[in-house]
């Protein structure tokens, strides 16, 4: 062999090394590359699993603010007899702790109807006096069994200095047609069930 083969045997040799080494390193980079993928899916899965609990969090939070936003359940109305006018009435009361809108019903069986006396607007610890119902001649247990009380928290620009918010997204004071933001039925009984106001 002359030198010219003995050059082109080592180009050769060096060839094939080269072609060895860049393949072991193509498989190298190969598994690297895999590994790195891997660990990004699992950075990605364990974001997604970080920013579902921070939500789920979040939606606890927001109900309990909601909670704590409520109006005091009184438990029951305590209605008091009344004669106005020659007319026999059972009247409640109620105080709220911080300012409401509301819309109260009375109901008994399947039948609802509005109750009167009542603003737009609850003043906080002010007792609140309402018309339940007007007790007929001969009747002496009333028809109402509970009062529905419809909150929300007060509208902006239109309750004055009142005004404050529940971040839950539930239906605001806006429109006083639709559901409350808060709704507690809360049942009746007479002061004195054995007065007989006729």
């Known amino acids: 062999m002359d030198a010219g083969d003995w050059i082109a045997l080592g180009v050769g040799t060096a060839s094939v090394m080269i072609a060895i080494v ?56 305590v209605a008091d007899q009344e004669r106005r006018d020659g007319h026999a009435s059972l009247f409640g009361e109620i105080t709220v702790k911080r300012a409401y809108r509301v819309q109260a019903f009375a109901e008994s069986g399947g039948s609802t109807s509005p109750i009167s006396g009542l ?22 247990i009333p028809r109402t069994e509970r009062v529905l009380f419809k909150f929300w928290p007060p509208v902006e620009g239109v309750d004055g200095d009142a005004p ?16 409350g933001h808060w709704e507690h039925r809360i049942p009746v009984t007479r002061a004195d069930p054995t007065q007989n106001l006729w």
Not at 121 to 137: A, D, G, Q, S, T
Not at 164 to 173: D, K, Q, S
Request: glycine share 6%; charged share 30%.
């Open 22 to 77: 860049a393949l072991r390193y193509s498989r190298s980079s190969a598994a690297s590359s895999a590994r790195s993928a891997a660990a990004g899916q699992d950075s990605a899965q364990a974001a997604e699993r970080s920013a579902q609990k921070a939500e789920r969090l979040s939606d606890i939070e927001t109900e309990r603010r909601h909670e704590h936003l409520a109006p005091e359940h009184p438990g029951e109305i």
């Open 119 to 140: 603003p737009t607007l609850l003043e906080p610890y002010v007792p609140h006096r309402f018309h339940i119902e007007h007790m007929p001649e001969g009747r002496g």
């Open 164 to 179: 404050w918010t529940c971040p839950c997204g539930r239906p605001t004071g806006q429109d006083t047609n639709r559901d």
